[in-house]
């Protein structure tokens, strides 16, 4: 049945073309929804991703990575007092303006972390060490900016706040959320030039890392119980508050998610109605089909296989013009994560629709009276 | 000599709406291999509704049929398709032939329905096409067949599995006489050959010529 499926799909090979079409147009739409959602969201928690802390302790109900509140540093103490902790270090993230070749000014995210140790530091480098910004107005900036401040030259100095930063490294990939350019500096730097944001002795966030990760609900509860003015997250507990915040509060999540079920509702009629009219057109083949002996599930199937071979070369067409074009998606400045498990998952997905779309064909078969062979 | 199919008492009463059509009217039958039968009657006589009934594919209002001394009259959808595919072979006036598929490949459709294994459907197929004389057309859409032509496709298939029962309904309809002819000779031959019971059902007066019995049928009752 496979091969008459086949057959018939082939022989109209214009029908075929146009459902593939739809059904590529329908993969590209949803693809390009989760990939660039997973890549903003991506994006909005690279910093805590790439971070080597198990534990983020943050200001009182923090939102998301984003938006922290300044505390005082030496909480730091409280933390570090715990037995299961290997180490504990502070991360500071603060706004600033920074000028560009022409006169104006961008707003950037600034990361300060402590150089000696390297916790918060950029993790993709492409120019320069992570540690080359210490003891000093010394910033590293990351590649994508490019288009927003003008090339990055090393070694060049830049107007931040009205204090000269020199150019010591160029990261490569780091985004923020917001898509304002990051900088990285040193803890001291970024804790010093921004007054009446962040006071002297002030951070944003304190990081810890476990001597053994299996204590890692032991010491969340005990920090909960000294550190009430805080709120304390695993790594991924922080991760997900960030994601949620974008997603849920927003509704960023929600726009793009709607426009992927969109899209999936658009593959499905368009399988649906191709097989329906495809059905309609070959109802005498499927009665005699029938009268020849086949039973109905051999019909069904004709009509399945033929759902799957459009869903599939749909998709396959549809995926492959999302790999090729996913660099160029990048390049504009649009992020977008994808991955081989959400192509295969997705896959399933628009297949299930494509094969649920063909039930109204199967019901159509399901009553032809094989009789009608007979009649001319 | 064993009937192939024995038709005992069969009636087919359609509700057309509220108005019922007796369509067949007790009507008893039986077809033997290696011999054609011959229906004949005016249209609307009933010949179709009981070429309908002997393959399996209408169930009588009333009455028995047997195949091979086995009652499938009471028989549910669920079993008929298997006792189609295994005892009947089928001819339609209006050929019926699937239009993406070459005149082989119908063929081949029908074998491989019929459970033939990949190695002997090349060789089967191969057969048939030469038994209807059609080799030169086997790879030919049936777009492209002429009818006569799409009637061996269909007499090839209707052969394919070699089932015991051939039931052809106008197989002459849509052809000119001289072609008619051929196909009705065809037919014949495969009766007699393969030993096989041939139904067919005709206007066409000439079909008397290749006909071993025929039976007329006016307002569905067989005319003595
Ligand atoms: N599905 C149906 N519903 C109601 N009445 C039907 C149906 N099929 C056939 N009939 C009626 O049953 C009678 C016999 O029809 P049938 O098609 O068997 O005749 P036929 O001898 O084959 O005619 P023809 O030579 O025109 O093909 C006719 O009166 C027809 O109108
Ligand atoms: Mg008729």
């Known amino acids: 049945m496979l091969w008459l499926a086949w057959k018939t799909?082939?022989?109209?090979k214009v029908r075929f073309f146009i459902t593939i079409v739809g059904i590529a147009f329908s993969t590209i739409l949803v693809l390009t929804q989760i990939g660039i959602y997973l890549g903003m969201m991506g994006n909005a928690t690279s910093i805590i991703r790439n971070s080597d802390a198990d534990i983020w302790i943050t200001s009182k109900?923090?939102?998301?990575?984003?938006?922290?509140?300044?505390?005082?540093?030496?909480?730091?103490?409280?933390?570090?007092?715990?037995?299961?902790?290997?180490?504990?270090?502070?991360?500071?993230?603060?706004?600033?303006?920074?000028?560009?070749?022409?006169?104006?000014?961008?707003?950037?995210?600034i990361i300060g972390f402590n150089p000696d140790t390297g916790v918060g530091a950029p993790w993709a480098m492409i120019y320069g060490r992570p540690s080359d910004v210490k003891g000093g107005r010394y910033m590293v900036i990351d590649k994508s900016s490019e288009h927003r401040l003008g090339a990055l030259i090393p070694n060049s100095v830049w107007e931040l706040n009205k204090k000269r930063f020199k150019l010591v490294g160029i990261s490569g990939g780091i985004v923020s959320f917001t898509t304002s350019p990051i900088i990285f500096m040193s803890y001291e730097q970024a804790q010093n030039f921004t007054e009446g944001f962040l006071e002297p002795n002030d951070t944003s966030f304190i990081l810890g890392k476990l001597k053994d990760?299996?204590?890692?609900?032991?010491?969340?509860n005990e920090l909960k119980k000294t550190m009430k003015d805080n709120d304390i997250f695993t790594k991924n507990g922080f991760m997900l508050k960030t994601i949620k915040y974008w997603t849920i509060q927003?509704?960023?999540?929600?726009?793009?998610?709607?426009?992927?079920?969109?899209?999936?509702?658009?593959g499905g009629a368009i399988v649906g109605q191709t097989i329906y009219s495809n059905t309609m057109q070959h109802l005498r083949e499927f009665g005699t089909l029938k009268a020849l002996g086949a039973k109905n599930e051999d019909v069904y199937q004709v009509i399945l296989w033929q759902a799957a071979m459009n869903a599939t070369a749909g998709y396959l067409i549809g995926s492959i013009l999302i790999i090729l074009l996913k660099e160029g998606i990048e390049k504009s400045g649009v992020p977008m994560y994808m991955n081989f498990m959400i192509i295969l998952v997705l896959f399933i997905v628009i297949l299930l629709i494509c094969l649920l779309s063909a039930y109204f064909s199967i019901m159509k078969i399901k009553n032809i009276d094989p009789v009608m062979v007979f009649r001319s | 000599m064993n009937n192939s199919l024995e038709l005992i008492n069969i009636t087919k009463r359609y509700l057309h709406g509220r108005i019922e059509v007796l369509a067949i009217d007790r009507v008893s039958l039986a077809?033997?291999?290696?011999?054609?039968?011959?229906?004949?009657?005016?249209?609307?006589?009933?010949?179709?509704?009981?070429?309908?009934?002997?393959?399996?594919?209408l169930k009588p209002t009333s009455g028995k049929i047997k195949i091979d001394e086995q009652v499938v009259s009471g028989m549910g959808e669920a079993e008929l398709p298997d006792i189609r595919k295994k005892y009947f072979g089928f001819v339609f006036q209006s050929f019926n032939l699937f239009p993406s598929l070459t005149?082989?490949?119908?063929?081949?459709?029908?074998?491989?329905?019929?459970?033939?294994?990949?190695?002997?459907?090349?060789?089967?197929s191969q057969s048939l096409i030469e038994k209807v004389e059609l080799s030169k057309r086997a790879d030919f859409l049936p777009h492209d067949l002429s009818g006569g032509e799409k009637q061996r496709v269909a007499i090839a298939r209707a052969l394919s599995g070699d089932p015991m029962i051939i039931l052809a309904d106008e197989p002459t309809a849509n052809l000119d006489s001289r072609t008619g002819k051929e196909i009705l000779l065809l037919l014949r031959k495969n009766a007699i050959e393969y030993g096989k019971a041939?139904?067919?059902?005709?206007?066409?007066?000439?079909?008397?010529?290749?006909?071993?019995?025929?039976?007329?049928?006016?307002?569905?009752?067989?005319?003595?």
């Open chain 1, 213 to 220: 990760k299996k204590n890692i609900n032991k010491v969340i």
């Open chain 2, 198 to 224: 041939v139904a067919i059902v005709s206007h066409d007066p000439k079909a008397d010529a290749v006909a071993d019995r025929i039976i007329h049928l006016e307002d569905g009752r067989i005319k003595e």
């Open chain 1, 9 to 12: 799909l082939l022989f109209e």
């Open chain 1, 61 to 109: 109900n923090i939102q998301n990575f984003d938006f922290a509140n300044p505390m005082p540093e030496d909480r730091i103490n409280k933390i570090r007092a715990i037995p299961d902790i290997l180490w504990a270090d502070r991360l500071i993230l603060t706004w600033g303006f920074l000028k560009t070749e022409g006169g104006g000014q961008e707003q950037v995210q």
């Open chain 2, 103 to 124: 005149a082989r490949e119908n063929i081949e459709l029908l074998l491989r329905l019929k459970g033939f294994r990949k190695e002997s459907i090349m060789d089967e």
């Open chain 1, 250 to 266: 927003t509704g960023i999540g929600m726009g793009f998610f709607l426009t992927a079920i969109l899209g999936l509702i658009i």
């Open chain 2, 31 to 57: 077809m033997r291999s290696g011999e054609v039968l011959l229906i004949m009657g005016p249209s609307g006589s009933g010949k179709t509704t009981l070429l309908s009934m002997m393959g399996c594919i």
